[in-house]
């Protein structure tokens, strides 16, 4: 009986699309006529890294952060992509490429992983930038799911 109990719970709460928030910061504004704006960065399981995916992920987090009403949303398929608290810190980029220490051999574009930008505008769109390992990008454009 517990057993049941327990598996039903997992099932209920378990999700095909796995990913994980890793930062989530507001930018107030910098003057007149600027506007608050949430970062946020995720990181899903690359085996859900899809455009239907992707949208429904935007779909979660755009209902979990309704404000401010323009939202950035950086997602990655690999942890090496995301950054460390001290590199945050330092002011580094996500898509740095790495100390000259580690692997000074390799170029940005040959360790690129799949992912995608979302932007909540406040006109009501939202844009869809994916970027594939293969170097393609995608952008789309759609009414704000809300």
Avoid: W
Wanted: hydrophobic content about 35%.
């Amino acid at each position: 009986m517990v057993a049941q109990a327990r598996k039903a719970r997992s099932q209920k709460a378990s999700s095909p699309i796995k990913y994980v928030i890793v930062a989530n910061k507001i930018d107030p504004t910098l003057g007149r006529g600027d506007e608050d704006r949430r970062f946020v960065e995720i990181l899903i399981n690359p085996r859900s890294f899809s455009k239907v995916h992707l949208k429904k992920v935007f779909g979660l987090i755009s209902k979990r952060f309704p404000e401010p009403r323009l939202l950035f949303v950086n997602v990655f398929s690999n942890l090496d992509d995301v950054q460390t608290p001290e590199e945050r810190e330092r002011g580094a980029i996500a898509i740095d490429p790495p100390p000259a220490t580690k692997t000074a051999a390799k170029s940005v574009t040959s360790r690129i992983n799949a992912r995608a930008t979302f932007v909540r505008r406040n006109d009501g769109y939202t844009r869809l930038i994916v970027h594939y390992p293969s170097g393609a990008s995608e952008i789309e454009e759609f009414k704000s799911l809300r």
